[in-house]
C-alpha cells in the first residue's frame, strides 16, 4: 500500500519561503515520478512541478518557474518544494502525488496515489 503524506504549509507574508515536504511510503515509491500540484478555492487543480525517479529531470508549471524548485532524497523517500518569492496568488491547498505506471507528467490524472494536501497562505 503506498501512502503519500505532505506537510510544511503555513502562513507567510509575501516574498517569504516555504519549503513542502511530501513523504511517500511504500516499497517501490522510490522509483515513482513525483508530482506537486495546488486548488485554489473555485479553481481547477493547477500543476506546479514534477521530478523523475532520479531527480534528474524536473519540470514546473509556468506560473513558478524561477520561484520553485522541486528536489528528493531517495534515500528518505521524500521529495521537496522550496518556494521562494512567495505571492498571494500561491495560496492554495497543495498536494503531492505519485505515479506508479513510472512515467510521472503535468496532468492530475497521471498520477494515482495522492495525499490530503497541506494549505499555504501568503497574505499580501
Known amino acids: 500500500q503506498v501512502q503519500v503524506v505532505e506537510s510544511g504549509g503555513g502562513l507567510v507574508q509575501a516574498g517569504d519561503s516555504l519549503r513542502l515536504s511530501c513523504a511517500a511510503s511504500?516499497?517501490?515509491?522510490?522509483?515513482?515520478?513525483i508530482g506537486w500540484f495546488r486548488q485554489a478555492p473555485g479553481k481547477e487543480r493547477e500543476f506546479v512541478a514534477a521530478?523523475?525517479?532520479?531527480?534528474?529531470?524536473?519540470y514546473y508549471g509556468d506560473s513558478v518557474k524561477g520561484r520553485f524548485t522541486i528536489s528528493r532524497d531517495n534515500a528518505k523517500n521524500t521529495v521537496y518544494l522550496q518556494m521562494n518569492s512567495l505571492k498571494p496568488e500561491d495560496t492554495a491547498v497543495y498536494y503531492c502525488?505519485?505515479?506508479?505506471?513510472?512515467?510521472?507528467?503535468?496532468?492530475?490524472?497521471?498520477?494515482?496515489?495522492w495525499g490530503q494536501g497541506t494549505q499555504v497562505t501568503v497574505s499580501s
Open positions: 502525488a505519485a505515479d506508479s505506471t513510472l512515467r510521472g507528467g503535468v496532468h492530475p490524472w497521471e498520477y494515482d496515489y
Open positions: 511504500g516499497r517501490t515509491t522510490s522509483t515513482y515520478p
Open positions: 521530478i523523475t525517479w532520479s531527480g534528474h529531470n524536473t
